[in-house]
């Protein structure tokens, strides 16, 4: 996922919602021009769906245009609101598409199955929510337009982003199953030359190279498990992760376990 992508449609919403260079003329008080962005303006870059600091400008230049009589004003800085706003709806909805994608190209095992459809569904859920807000644009006015910005952004805080945390967690762990899968052939094949050379001469510098092996390669099944129960639970996303990365901690000393069998190994056969 395209972090980036996702910080930037959240600072836009951010600066809608906060009301920065929001009218005040709704209350039946002439908009104050002394209103500034300076504050806010580091924070904010160009990104990928088009709506740059410029365009975000470009409100401050409508509220302090002196030629503008109120209610021109007022009209000028609704249409602006109501472009930017949708943009970035757009492009948030553009987030969702590219994870229901790679959600949707992501193998995974019969028994995650039902929480890969889960998770598409609360995508699809993502996608309803935008096009309500996306409807709801259309009728508002300059008011409206930062309410439905503060809707998003919470929206997107409380539940937007753990889902998508959770969707990518998920990928990372259905992409990470072909590698247990490798292992757990590597294991089989690794008891079996040990077990062979065993069962000729004895040798307790290898059985205990190899108890060590499968010692990580069960506590990387365990966490590998642990990481699937957290999904299907749908604990925090900063839990699963970290079971994830537990797992392919173990899973790489499962390999260095591996490797210091195959050196004792070549130490034992003859040349």
């Known amino acids: 996922?395209?972090?980036?992508?996702?910080?930037?449609?959240?600072?836009?919403?951010i600066l809608f919602a906060a009301g920065v260079v929001f009218v005040s003329g709704f209350l039946g008080v002439p908009v104050a021009h002394a209103a500034t962005t300076a504050n806010i303006a580091p924070a904010i870059t160009a990104d990928e769906c088009g709506v740059t600091q410029a365009d975000v400008a470009q409100i401050m230049v409508i509220?302090?245009?002196?030629t503008l009589s109120y209610i021109n004003e007022i009209k000028q800085e609704l249409v602006l609101r109501k472009l930017l706003v949708g943009?970035?709806?757009?492009?948030?909805?553009?987030?969702?598409?590219t994870l229901q994608a790679s959600?949707?190209?992501t193998s995974a095992p019969s028994s995650a199955q039902q929480l890969q459809s889960q998770l598409a569904g609360d995508l699809n859920e993502a996608t309803g929510f935008y096009n309500n807000e996306l409807a709801k644009l259309n009728v508002v006015g300059v008011v409206g337009t930062k309410e439905i910005a503060q809707e998003v952004l919470a929206w997107r805080a409380g539940?937007?982003?753990?889902?998508?945390?959770n969707v990518n967690n998920f990928i990372l762990w259905a992409q990470n199953q072909n590698f247990f899968s490798t292992a757990q052939t590597r294991m089989t094949q690794t008891q079996r030359a040990v077990s062979f050379i065993d069962g000729t001469?004895?040798?307790p510098a290898l059985s205990s190279a190899l108890a060590s092996a499968q010692s990580?390669?069960?506590d990387a099944q365990n966490e590998n498990a642990e990481a699937q129960t957290a999904l299907t639970e749908n604990l925090s996303p900063d839990q699963t992760l970290g079971f994830i990365k537990q797992s392919l901690s173990?899973?790489?000393?499962t390999y260095k376990g591996f490797s210091k069998v195959s050196t004792i190994i070549s130490g034992i056969l003859p040349q």
């Open 1 to 13: 996922m395209d972090y980036s992508k996702t910080i930037a449609v959240s600072t836009f919403f």
């Open 63 to 66: 509220q302090n245009d002196p």
């Open 87 to 97: 943009e970035t709806i757009d492009c948030a909805q553009r987030e969702v598409q």
């Open 103 to 105: 959600l949707a190209s």
């Open 159 to 165: 539940t937007f982003l753990p889902v998508s945390e």
């Open 201 to 203: 001469t004895p040798n």
């Open 216 to 218: 990580s390669f069960d």
């Open 250 to 253: 173990s899973l790489s000393d």
